[in-house]
């Protein structure tokens, strides 16, 4: 009976592992669209080759098409939020284990909105 308990155990505590581990959603894709206006992986290819990955246009769908984000090196991961204009936290965001959602907000994710204005102050002006 000690043998069984003690294998119940050892799995209890694999699942309270996988349980405390965090848990991130991949946003490659709409800071693509948000910030550079791109909605394919055509754009990005020639900008990854400038910071010297010299990526298919395969593999850089399968980096864009992530929900989770994949096993790639920081240096990657830099020139990402180079090339993005943005931070890790908006590249990676960390889901609320529970739910599932984004921890910032209970109302969904929160949105990579560039810093500057997105509209001309001169915009709604009638007489332009």
């Known amino acids: 009976m000690k043998a069984a308990s003690g294998g ?3 799995h209890s505590g694999q699942s309270d592992f996988h349980a ?3 848990r991130c959603a991949w946003r490659l894709r709409e800071l693509m669209a948000v910030r550079r206006n791109w909605y394919n992986t055509t754009k990005l290819v020639p900008e990854l080759r400038r910071y010297g990955f010299d990526f298919d ?3 850089v769908y399968r980096l864009v098409s992530a929900e989770q984000p994949p096993k790639i090196p920081l ?3 830099v020139a990402l939020c180079r090339i993005l204009d943005c931070r890790f936290e ?3 965001v960390e889901l609320d284990p529970e739910h599932g959602t984004d ?3 209970k109302h969904g994710p929160a949105p ?4 500057g204005p997105v509209l001309s102050a001169d915009f709604f002006d009638a007489e332009s």
Do not use: Y
Request: glycine share 0%; net charge negative.
């Open 75 to 77: 240096e990657l991961v």
């Open 103 to 105: 921890r910032s907000t």
């Open 20 to 22: 405390r581990q965090p």
């Open 90 to 92: 908006d590249l990676v």
């Open 8 to 10: 119940q155990q050892e």
């Open 112 to 115: 990579a909105m560039p810093d």
């Open 57 to 59: 246009r395969s593999t």
